[in-house]
C-alpha cells in the first residue's frame, strides 16, 4: 500500500474514533456534568460552555475532508455512513436518534460544500465546509436531544477551536503535498 493511502486509512481511522469519544466525553469530562444532561466544558469567555464532545466533533468534520482528499469521494460517504451508525451504537440511549441524525447531516453538508471547493483551495474548502457542518451538527444535535438550542453558541465556538487548531496542520499537509506534486483523490 503506497503512502498516500495509509495516510488516507490512518485519517479514516481517527475520524471513525471520534464517534465513541464524543460519546464518551459528553458523558463523563467536563467542568460540569448536568444530571440526565451533557457534561459542560468552557469554550470562550464569559461563561460559554458546551457538551464536551464538540471537540471530536469539529476534528471529525476536517478528518472527514482528508479522508476524502486521500481515498476519494466514496469511501468519505461510506465513512459518513459508518460513522452515523457508530454512533447511534455507541450514544446514550435518550441521544441516539439526536447523535445519528446530527452526524449524518452534518458530514453530509460538510461532503457537499468541501467537494467543490477542494480544487479551488484545501484550507478554503475545510474551513468553509466545517463550519457549515458545525453549525449543521449544532442546530441539528440539540434540537434532537434537548428540544432547545440553549447551548448552540457554545457548541459552535468548540467545534470551530478545533477546526482552526487543524489548520496549521492542513497547511502543512497541502504545502508537503505540492512539493511533491501529489495530485489528490
Request: proline share 5%.
Amino acid at each position: 500500500m503506497d503512502r498516500l493511502r495509509l495516510e488516507g486509512f490512518a485519517y479514516l481511522a481517527g475520524f471513525i474514533a471520534c464517534v465513541p469519544a464524543a460519546n464518551w466525553l459528553i458523558g463523563n469530562v467536563g467542568t460540569v456534568c448536568i444530571p440526565q444532561g451533557p457534561c459542560l466544558i468552557p469554550v470562550a469567555p464569559f461563561g460559554i460552555t458546551a457538551p464536551s464532545g464538540v471537540l471530536m466533533i469539529g476534528l471529525a468534520l476536517v478528518l472527514r475532508d482528508l479522508v476524502q482528499r486521500r481515498l476519494g469521494k466514496g469511501r468519505a460517504l461510506a465513512a459518513i455512513l459508518a460513522g452515523a451508525a457508530l454512533s447511534g451504537f455507541v450514544a446514550p440511549p435518550a441521544l441516539v436518534v439526536a447523535s445519528t441524525v446530527a452526524f449524518l447531516l452534518s458530514e453530509l453538508a460538510d461532503f457537499a460544500v468541501y467537494t467543490p471547493l477542494q480544487k479551488r483551495g484545501l484550507i478554503r474548502a475545510v474551513i468553509l465546509s466545517s463550519l457549515v457542518g458545525l453549525c449543521v451538527d449544532s442546530v441539528a444535535f440539540l434540537y434532537l436531544a434537548f428540544g432547545s438550542l440553549d447551548y448552540l453558541a457554545g457548541q459552535i465556538i468548540g467545534k470551530a477551536w478545533m477546526v482552526l487548531f487543524s489548520i496549521p496542520v492542513i497547511r502543512l499537509l497541502r504545502d508537503r503535498d505540492q512539493r511533491q506534486g501529489i495530485a489528490t483523490a
